[in-house]
């Protein structure tokens, strides 16, 4: 297809998806604007498309060219659109960071949540606490699942703010891409939490505490031969937990294997049993494993019971987070609590004060992770 074929397709697309309500209260240049800057933040819109004409979007609207005209310029200074003289408007290269100008600076006590997960119980916990602190101030929240694809990230942000929110929480993505300064978060209040930001306010837990108490808690038990399982990414959290995992061996005394490393794909079952069967085929198996999360662990001891494998006696088992499930399994699951819904509740709080002008005293700071819950999956408790 040629350059002036795909240009008129795209231009097609545009005017198909624009319309204006003139009985609505807001203005008509208002409306245009954004739209079209509802598309461009969704990426329908992408760098170097061409918008239609004034004229030819002035026809297809029924409204005067002057109306289009002012939509177009208000773009162009807001960074999203390129006019030239005798030529098409085009979109300029995407950045997320630029729509924050769109909104009024008038409240809408509404905020945006950013997860990997909906079905994570890590997340539904986050967000139960995030609920609790948005309807203590009226604040509605919305709420965007990327299914762990990271570059839906920043078009979910470009999207709320797009839309007029408030604010909003990324949870467990790195939002530093398009972040270059302090002055850029300032303006658009955006809290990080569980990854740490280079800029702005963010809010994590304390991972590495975490690795180190279910660790140590093995080796009390006299297990020498402990494994870890984490997720396959290098993210900072991650990072953190095998920091204490690896401090709990080198403080008593005891190997550090790269073997008993495990990486996964994910933090749910699936992943846990896959896990499992990883740690059956080793030619020497661990007598005990630290995994990443209570859902992997929940995985690996239905994945240890089906091959006739005993917990703990044959293999002990740690975990992290703490979630009600942790006490349904057999054996029931000692795991280091994870205060998930103060996490909530704390980044909450934070972009609360972000949203009304306020500088907090505090840009980075950590949730304490110190109660390890003791059940049967350690060799505790087993009368």
């Not at 509404?110 to 079905?119: D, E, K, N, Y």
Request: hydrophobic letters at 40%.
């Amino acid at each position: 297809m040629s350059e002036d074929n795909r240009s008129k397709k795209n231009i097609n697309e545009v005017m198909e998806h624009l319309s204006v309500n003139f009985q609505a209260e807001q203005g008509l240049i208002l409306q245009i604007k954004k739209q079209i800057a509802w598309m461009i933040a969704g990426q329908i819109l992408d760098e170097g498309d061409a918008l239609p004409s004034v004229r030819e979007l002035a026809r297809h609207l029924k409204v005067n060219m002057h109306t289009v005209r002012l939509a177009y310029n208000r773009l162009e200074t807001e960074g999203l659109i390129e006019t030239r003289p005798r030529a098409r408007a085009r979109v300029l290269s995407y950045d997320p960071l630029r729509f924050a100008d769109q909104t009024s600076r008038v409240r809408s006590h509404t905020v945006g949540i950013i997860l990997p997960s909906m079905s994570n119980p890590f997340y539904q916990a986050f967000l139960k606490g995030v609920q609790l602190v948005a309807e203590q101030n009226n604040t509605l929240t919305f709420i965007c699942s990327t299914y762990d694809d990271e570059t839906l990230a920043w078009r979910y942000y470009a999207q709320l703010i797009t839309n007029g929110v408030d604010g909003a929480i990324s949870v467990s993505h790195d939002m530093s891409e398009f972040v270059r300064s302090e002055e850029d978060v300032i303006k658009t209040p955006l809290v990080s939490v569980d990854y740490p930001a280079r800029f702005g306010y963010s809010i994590e837990l304390d991972h590495k505490n975490s690795g180190y108490l279910a660790t140590e808690h093995l080796i009390q038990h006299g297990y020498n031969r402990i494994a870890l399982v984490r997720y396959t990414l290098d993210v900072p959290s991650m990072q953190q937990i095998q920091l204490g995992y690896e401090s709990a061996l080198r403080q008593a005394g005891i190997h550090i294997s790269q073997n008993l490393i495990l990486r996964v794909n994910g933090f749910d079952r699936t992943s846990g049993e896959t896990a499992a069967q990883s740690l059956l085929l080793m030619p020497e198996r661990p007598d005990a494993v630290f995994m990443i999360s209570d859902q992997l662990a929940i995985g690996a001891i239905q994945a240890f019971q089906k091959a006739g494998i005993s917990i703990p006696q044959d293999i002990a088992i740690t975990s992290f987070n703490n979630i009600p499930e942790a006490t349904l399994i057999t054996p029931s699951l000692t795991t280091v609590n994870a205060p998930t819904e103060q996490l909530g509740q704390a980044a909450m709080h934070l972009l609360n004060e972000l949203i009304a002008g306020q500088m907090p005293k505090h840009k980075h700071s950590c949730l304490p992770c110190s109660e390890l819950v003791i059940r049967q999956s350690c060799g505790c408790n087993l009368s």
